[in-house]
């Protein structure tokens, strides 16, 4: 049991290339969710997915689209990345009691 | 959701309780308390939450004061492993949004 994974653990990328984060989750959860932490900061929410093929908008959801490819997988993708688009991306999957589980991250840094 | 405050840093010797708390005077009763933490650069790990009554599990223990108002996480033999930063948050039990505070740091001394 994985729990959530997340690939790559690392990118660079320059300014305007595009690129997907891939998240996957082996709990059988319905709900998944994809955050952004800046340096010193706390969590902001992107985007979620209440169950399979149901997505809706988080508090800071522009420039980024996401897809729920089915129950296991929730990816985001960056169609033209910016330098404030720098952080650490955070899936997580929600669980039977409404806890949240997170996976290890994704570093990203635009430059 | 209501909103929470929590002291800034905390220090803990190495084997003691630490007891971490959390103001929340504005809680509704179908509001629940979570509490997560973030060790340095790894994401956030789930810890405990509780309605009303006290909770407990392998990790923590969960005191609610009898007026909701606030609460206590106390990590019975604290070490150095530990070291993070420890959210409290307040909301309904369904909501999807999950907004992290700035936290208390928790440094646990040897």
């Known amino acids: 049991n994985a729990g959530v994974t997340q690939t790559p653990k690392f990118q660079v990328l320059k300014t305007g290339q595009s690129m997907t984060l891939q998240c996957a989750q082996d709990m059988n959860h319905n709900s998944m969710y994809w955050y952004r932490q800046d340096p010193g900061m706390g969590l902001r929410l992107i985007y979620y997915s209440a169950s399979e093929g149901t997505t809706d908008k988080g508090e800071v959801p522009n420039g980024y689209n996401v897809s729920r490819l089915n129950k296991r997988e929730f990816s985001l993708r960056l169609e033209s990345a910016a330098p404030s688009q720098t952080s650490v991306y955070f899936c997580a999957s929600l669980g039977r009691t409404y806890e949240q589980y997170f996976g290890p991250g994704t570093r990203l840094t635009v430059t | ?110």
């Open chain 2, 1 to 110: 959701d209501a909103k929470t405050t929590q002291p800034t840093s905390m220090d803990c010797a190495e084997g003691r309780a630490a007891n971490l708390p959390c103001n929340h005077s504005t809680i509704s009763g179908n509001e629940y308390v979570y509490w997560y933490r973030q060790i340095h650069s790894q994401g956030p790990q789930y810890i405990i939450h509780g309605l009303k009554n006290n909770e407990t599990n392998e990790m923590a223990s969960l005191i609610i004061t009898e007026d909701r108002k606030s609460s206590t996480l106390i990590l019975p033999h604290a070490t150095l492993r530990d070291t993070a930063v420890y959210y409290c948050i307040v909301r309904v039990s369904y909501g999807n949004k999950l907004v992290f505070g700035a936290g208390t740091i928790l440094r646990v001394k040897s």
